[in-house]
């Protein structure tokens, strides 16, 4: 990785990224977590903003969880980390599914 980060990562990709050591509540594990900061971000920083999957469903779920494919994207716990956590990418998601997202951000943000 050079002085500014790795150029290939892009909004909208999947990666295993390795979360820990956390605090209370914060997501934690290796897990994967779909890319949300902007591709000029991401091309810039030494970090990226992402937003973790789960497999567990909520009886009520939040007004920010998208699904996608057999899991949800948990807006809520969004957090930028050091590339250095990605640990390798797995696949990426859809134009539909990355507007959700960005409906969701809206809300999370009340914008």
């Known amino acids: 990785m050079d002085l500014y980060g790795d150029k290939s990562m892009k909004q909208g990709e999947i990666y295993l990224v390795g979360l820990d050591p956390t605090i209370g509540s914060e997501q934690s594990k290796t897990r994967p977590c779909i890319i949300i900061s902007t591709n000029l971000i991401n091309e810039f920083s030494n970090t990226v903003t992402i937003a973790p ?20 994207i948990k807006i809520e716990h969004m957090r930028t980390v050091d590339k250095s956590r990605l640990i390798k990418k797995m696949s990426f998601i859809d134009s539909r599914t990355n507007f959700e997202i960005k409906k969701a951000l809206i809300k999370y943000f009340d914008l």
């Open 53 to 72: 999957l789960t497999s567990k469903k909520r009886k009520k779920p939040f007004p920010f969880h998208i699904p996608f494919k057999n899991t949800i």
